[in-house]
């Protein structure tokens, strides 16, 4: 599996279909990831390999979840933010096979970059 550029274009949140986008966002924007709320689109850096596109792929998750559960980050303490994070992540990884195969080659030394 070449871990630049998985094979997924869309990840699913519960109804939410958020658009992922492949482009030089590292020149443009200066940096690996970005979620756009509004446009309910993810956009990587198509240069990013293994590790960094991973850790960029699960920051960029995280802020899918706590936007779309509306959660409020300076108001609640920690482990209301870690319950709904960990069943967020469940929540894409059942329904993100492509998503879920990417993380899971990920730890497989032979296809890690």
């Known amino acids: 599996m070449n871990l630049i550029n998985p094979n997924f274009?869309?990840?699913k949140y519960g109804k939410k279909r958020i658009k992922v986008i492949y482009s030089d966002l590292l020149k443009t924007?200066?940096?690996?990831?970005?979620?756009?709320?509004?446009?309910q689109t993810v956009n990587f850096d198509q240069n990013m390999k293994g590790?960094?596109?991973?850790?960029?792929?699960?920051h960029e998750i995280?802020?899918?979840?706590?936007?779309n559960d509306g959660i409020k980050v300076k108001d609640?303490?920690?482990?209301?933010?870690?319950?709904?994070?960990?069943?967020?992540?469940?929540?894409?990884?059942?329904?993100?096979?492509k998503v879920r195969d990417y993380i899971y080659d990920c730890f497989d030394s032979k296809k890690m970059v």
């Open 62 to 67: 995280f802020h899918i979840i706590i936007f």
């Open 29 to 39: 924007d200066s940096c690996y990831g970005l979620y756009d709320t509004n446009k």
């Open 76 to 97: 609640r303490g920690e482990e209301p933010i870690v319950m709904a994070l960990g069943d967020g992540l469940t929540k894409i990884l059942k329904q993100n096979k």
């Open 51 to 58: 590790e960094v596109f991973l850790n960029t792929l699960l």
């Open 9 to 11: 274009k869309v990840i």
